[in-house]
C-alpha cells in the first residue's frame, strides 16, 4: 500500500534522512524504531507532504505522493498523528474531532465516524464540551488519535504516542492503538519505547543516522543481540 524507495530528504542544508526504502502493506502494523535524532519523525512529515523530497519515491496505493501538497496526501486516505498531540486547546473536545474530518470524503460521514471515535474513546463522549486544553496529557493523546480517526484513514500515522505519558496511560494509549488496528487500519508506529511497539508492530525498521540499519519482524528484531543491547537494556 505504502512505497518509499531511496528516500532522501533534507532540512535546509543539514541531511535528515539518507537512502530509506520501507514499505507498508495492507492493514499491517509496521514500526519505525530508534533513538530520538534517528530520522523517525521526519520519515513521516516526508510522506505527509510536510518535508520535501530531495531523492526518491513515495507511492501510496500507486499514487505517487512524494511532491503531493498536505492536504492532497490526507485526501488519498493518510493520517498523521505527530508528536506532541498539538490539540487545539481553545476549542472542545468534539470541535477538535470535528476539525479531523475536513476532506469531503470524511465529512461525508463525520457524525458516523464520530460515534466510532466515541465507542473507542469513551472518556471523549464524556467530555465532549470541555476545552481541549484542560484535559490531562494521556487525555489530550486520545484526542489526537481520535482527530486522526475523523479522517477515516487507511493509514494511520503515529508519531511517538507514549512520549511523556505516565506508565499507565502507556498502556491504555497501546490498547486503544491495537483495537484500531484490529479494525482494518494499517499503522505507521513512530516509538522510542522499542519493547513496547514490538509487541504492537508485526514488522518494523531500525533507524540510525537518518538510514535504515536493520529491519525484520517484531519476533526476529526482539531476539536479535545488537537490538537487545542497544534498545532492550538486555
Do not use: C, W
Not at 73 to 88: K, M, N, Y
Amino acid at each position: 500500500m505504502l512505497t518509499l524507495s531511496g528516500v532522501s530528504a533534507s532540512y535546509g542544508s543539514v541531511p535528515a534522512i539518507s537512502d530509506v526504502s520501507i514499505d507498508v502493506g495492507e492493514g499491517e502494523a509496521v514500526g519505525l524504531l530508534g533513538a530520538n535524532g534517528a530520522g523517525k519523525s521526519t520519515i513521516l512529515r516526508a510522506i505527509s507532504g510536510l518535508v520535501r523530497l530531495t531523492s526518491g519515491t513515495i507511492t501510496f496505493s500507486e499514487t505517487s505522493v512524494g511532491s503531493l501538497p498536505p492536504y492532497r496526501v490526507t485526501d488519498l486516505g493518510i493520517a498523521h498523528v505527530p508528536e506532541g498531540r498539538q490539540v487545539f486547546p481553545e476549542m472542545t473536545v468534539q470541535e477538535n474531532l470535528e476539525i479531523g474530518a475536513y476532506v469531503p470524503r470524511a465529512k461525508a460521514e463525520r457524525s458516523r465516524t464520530l460515534e466510532l471515535v466515541f465507542s473507542i474513546f469513551p472518556v471523549l463522549a464524556e467530555r465532549r464540551k470541555q476545552l481541549a486544553g484542560t484535559m490531562s496529557g494521556g487525555e489530550q493523546q486520545m484526542l489526537a488519535v481520535g482527530r486522526g480517526l475523523m479522517l477515516k484513514p487507511r493509514l494511520l500515522m503515529l508519531d511517538e504516542p507514549s512520549l511523556g505519558l505516565a506508565p499507565v496511560m502507556v498502556d491504555v494509549t497501546f490498547q486503544k492503538i491495537q483495537e484500531i488496528h484490529a479494525m482494518g487500519t494499517a499503522i505507521l508506529l513512530v516509538e522510542q519505547n522499542v519493547s513496547r511497539a514490538l509487541t504492537l508492530v508485526q514488522r518494523a525498521y531500525v533507524l540510525e543516522s537518518g538510514k535504515v540499519i536493520m529491519r525484520g519482524t517484531s519476533v526476529e528484531l526482539a531476539n536479535n543481540k545488537q537490538v537487545q543491547s542497544a534498545y532492550l537494556g538486555i
